[in-house]
């Protein structure tokens, strides 16, 4: 039964992070959150005071995360003309949600505790 396994050369793993698209200020900011907060539990960030900056980057992330809800992408189709042809536009406009907007003044709030923490 040894004949039957494949004998197909490795191939490298492929980096996830290679296909992470961080086009837009607020992505940005949820990935570096994100990483703020574990290193800051896992003790790499010990020079600063734990529970403001989880808190600040608790509220970042959330920012982000809001923001990320007001702006879904949008798509529109474009009408053929006597100079142009049919197309199709998408953009990232904003369109506020509900749930963006609790996301965000939510964030601004956990935040703002964060930072009153860190000067008090």
């Known amino acids: 039964m040894i004949s039957s396994l494949s004998t197909a050369p490795k191939q490298m793993m492929e980096n996830p992070l290679s296909k992470l698209a961080l086009d837009y200020l607020y992505q940005v900011l949820m990935v570096v959150c994100f990483f703020v907060f574990l290193f800051t539990g ?3 960030l010990s020079e600063f005071p734990t529970v403001p900056t989880a808190l600040m980057s608790i509220g970042g992330f959330f920012v ?29 406009p ?27």
Do not use: C, D, M
């Not at 964060?114 to 000067?119: P, Q």
């Open 42 to 44: 896992s003790g790499f």
């Open 64 to 92: 982000g995360l809001g923001e990320l809800i007001n702006h879904p992408l949008q798509t529109r189709l474009l009408p053929t003309t006597a100079n142009t042809l049919g197309a199709t536009a998408k953009g990232y």
């Open 94 to 120: 904003r369109n506020n949600k509900p749930t963006g907007i609790v996301f965000v003044l939510s964030g601004l709030s956990i935040a703002g505790v964060g930072i009153y923490k860190l000067l008090s």
